[in-house]
């Protein structure tokens, strides 16, 4: 149980940091292009973890993984923190920020989804109703937005869903046998390199104006750089070496909550009683998802 209660908190804290990263965000897409700024954001987070990896007693000799391996941290870098965080990017480019997220919460039902095919976990009624009452609070809480949106960016989300959602699932298939910085180490550095092209492309038809940089930028900038990608990232990765990708996926509807939040406090949004609604089915179904499961409650046992 000592293992859980840790997962639980990293998954909590990783949760409530990502939601901030929809509002930060603004301020930094003011000035630089997300593509452009995903460069920056896996090299100076993956350098920054690299630093922590190495002040905390690791060696590069450490971090060699094996051949067999290899194939599994390029599904992550290029899988699930390129792909996945590049089409999440995009898809809030091109739709409404109410149907971005909303596809983006279904992360849950994806990750255990897979997690059922891909590494035989076993999933719950209890996970099941988790998941239900979760989405249902982030759907409440969305549907209060209205406004168009375009059908590529609902298929770029939806890209960002199945890509991130795999990229998850592949990185608790190794965590037994790598340290969970190590992964993300590498996994971001792939990414950076994956990245690259598109920034130096961005950068020259885009040219950054560092005249209008502002403190609210710089703050965002180094908040979703070594907060939201190096620190939280490891501590998702580190959460999945201690408890299944289900149990995981089930905290990622925290998101949308932190980030109406943040929008009351930073961007002047009205709470309304439908957001109250929302977030207490959200915060429901999270406690339900930490309750300890019945082992006859198993969806095999059906």
């Excluded at 998850?168 to 969970?180: F, G, Q």
Aim: hydrophobic share 55%.
């Amino acid at each position: 149980m000592a293992q859980h209660a840790k997962a639980y908190i990293f998954l909590l804290l990783t949760t409530a940091i990502w939601g901030g990263v929809y509002v930060f965000a603004k301020y930094v897409f003011a000035l630089l292009d997300p593509m452009a700024f995903l460069f920056y954001r896996f090299l100076l987070g993956g350098l920054f973890l690299f630093a922590v990896y190495l002040f905390s007693g690791g060696t590069i000799k450490k971090m060699a993984i094996q051949k067999m391996d290899i194939k599994y941290i390029l599904m992550i870098g290029l899988g699930g923190y390129f792909l996945g965080i590049g089409f999440q990017l995009l898809g809030n480019n091109y739709c409404d920020a109410s149907l971005a997220s909303l596809i983006n919460s279904t992360n849950p039902v994806i990750i255990i989804l897979m997690a059922l095919s891909i590494l035989k976990e076993r999933v719950t009624r209890q996970q099941i109703f988790s998941v239900g009452c979760a989405l249902l609070g982030t759907v409440v809480i969305i549907g209060q937005i209205n406004g168009g949106s375009s059908l590529l960016g609902a298929l770029l989300s939806c890209g960002a869903v199945v890509c991130w959602s795999f990229g998850s699932v592949i990185v608790r298939l190794i965590s037994s046998k790598y340290d969970a910085l190590v992964i993300t180490i590498l996994s971001m550095f792939i990414g950076a390199i994956a990245a690259l092209p598109f920034s130096i492309h961005k950068q020259l038809t885009h040219p950054f104006d560092f005249a209008e940089v502002t403190p609210m930028f710089t703050f965002s900038f180094l908040f979703i750089v070594f907060i939201s990608t190096g620190l939280s990232f490891l501590m998702w990765n580190k959460a999945l070496s201690l408890v299944n990708a289900s149990a995981c996926s089930l905290f990622y509807p925290v998101q949308p909550l932190v980030s109406a939040l943040l929008g009351i406090l930073l961007l002047g949004e009205k709470i309304s009683i439908t957001f109250v609604v929302g977030g207490l089915l959200i915060i429901f179904g999270v406690v339900v998802s930490v309750i300890p499961l019945n082992r006859t409650n198993r969806l095999s046992d059906f």
